[in-house]
């Protein structure tokens, strides 16, 4: 069965305190990794894609890689505004066709 | 260009009735996708539509739910008698093509009493 966790559940930094969020997968051929940004009562705000083992996108402070298992989303240097839940989901290549499957998130609280 | 629209923000009703939500995508969009997060939850697909299409209804339930994504106009997905159960947040996402990026509404907060 397809799976996405996600680790640590919550996330506590201090102001500049660099740390990563981990996206670990299982899924019967993968089509693509996607990073979202989630505030809370809005609906998620799309981040990254990431396609092959290897590939590496940067936004800002925000940097996500991507192995054949899991995923990375590294916080460099993370200011208040980083506050948020990050949200990792999988596209399978076989028989689910488009459908997102999605982990249950990271809460993070970037503290100043 | 306006991002994917979706109304009621809020909807409130009692068990037994139905709930409509509504779901316009984003210009040139013409995927559709619904989505359903209960609260501590993680979002969880329900059904992926084009024009006049059901693509994958694999994760909606049989009895219940429907939806519809119409030539003219939004795409809604219906919930006839509902129950408490049924008291989440709804997102609609949109997309170009089948495996594109999809981008997110705000959502539709059902609560049912």
């Known amino acids: 069965e397809d799976q996405v966790t996600q680790s640590p559940e919550a996330l506590r930094l201090q102001e500049g305190e660099s740390s990563s969020l981990n996206c670990s997968y299982t899924?019967?051929?993968?089509?693509?990794l996607f990073w979202y940004r989630q505030d809370p009562g809005k609906g998620p705000e799309f981040l990254f894609t990431?396609?092959?083992a290897g590939e590496e996108k940067e936004k800002e402070r925000l940097k996500a890689t991507l192995t054949k298992k899991e995923s990375f989303l590294h916080i460099t240097a993370p200011k208040p505004e980083d506050s948020a839940t990050y949200l990792c989901?999988?596209?399978?290549?076989?028989?689910?066709?488009?459908?997102?499957?999605f982990g249950a998130g990271t809460r993070l609280a970037v503290h100043p | 260009n306006a991002g994917v629209m979706q109304n009621p923000r809020h909807l409130v009703r009692r068990r037994g009735q139905e709930a409509r939500l509504r779901c316009s995508p984003m210009?040139?969009?013409?995927?559709v996708y619904w989505y359903r997060q209960l609260p501590e939850e993680g979002l969880k697909f329900m059904v992926y539509?084009?024009?006049?299409?059901?693509?994958?209804e694999s994760g909606m339930p049989k009895e219940r739910f429907s939806a519809e994504f119409p030539k003219e106009g939004p795409s809604i997905l219906r919930i006839q008698q509902v129950v408490r159960g049924d008291s989440a947040a709804y997102f609609c996402?949109?997309?170009?093509?089948?495996?594109?990026?999809?981008?997110f509404g705000p959502g539709t907060r059902l609560t049912v009493l």
């Open positions: 899924v019967s051929g993968l089509r693509g």
């Open positions: 996402a949109s997309s170009l093509a089948g495996d594109n990026e999809q981008f």
């Open positions: 539509l084009q024009k006049e299409n059901i693509i994958d």
């Open positions: 989901a999988v596209q399978a290549a076989t028989g689910g066709y488009n459908k997102l499957i």
């Open positions: 210009k040139g969009h013409s995927h």
């Open positions: 990431l396609y092959s």
